[in-house]
């Protein structure tokens, strides 16, 4: 079993930076990768990036440039630092962790972003 807590989100202005992180909860050893995801009424949560047990980062093609996800194995976290944020970043954004084969989910973190 895997548990995630995010924290940082907020409000800001466009143009502005905000910063997630994640609590992985036991040892991230075992996990394949962790992943942000975002999610506004009404439609899919949708990838915003992901990084591998051995580095490998993904982003979407919208965060591109803008966000960068780090995972520190020393201290159980996961963080996305977001900047130059638009409003159409406003969403809940939501930790995962993918360990073969469950995928686990945070509670969640509103970002709002104001134009």
């Known amino acids: 079993q895997v548990q995630l807590v995010e924290s940082g989100g907020g409000l800001v202005q466009a143009g502005g930076s905000l910063h997630l992180s994640c609590s992985v909860s036991?040892?991230?050893?075992?996990?394949?990768?962790l992943a942000w995801y975002r999610q506004t009424p009404g439609k899919q949560r949708e990838l915003v990036a992901r990084?591998?047990?051995?580095?490998?980062?993904t982003y979407a093609t919208s965060v591109k440039g803008r966000f960068t996800i780090s995972r520190d194995n020393t201290k159980n976290m996961v963080h996305l630092q977001m900047n130059d944020l638009k409003p159409e970043d406003t969403a809940v954004y939501y930790c995962?962790?993918?360990?073969?084969?469950?995928?686990?989910w945070g509670q969640g973190a509103q970002v709002t972003v104001s134009s």
């Open positions: 995962n962790a993918f360990k073969i084969p469950n995928n686990y």
């Open positions: 990084i591998t047990s051995v580095g490998g980062t």
């Open positions: 036991g040892t991230m050893f075992n996990i394949n990768a």
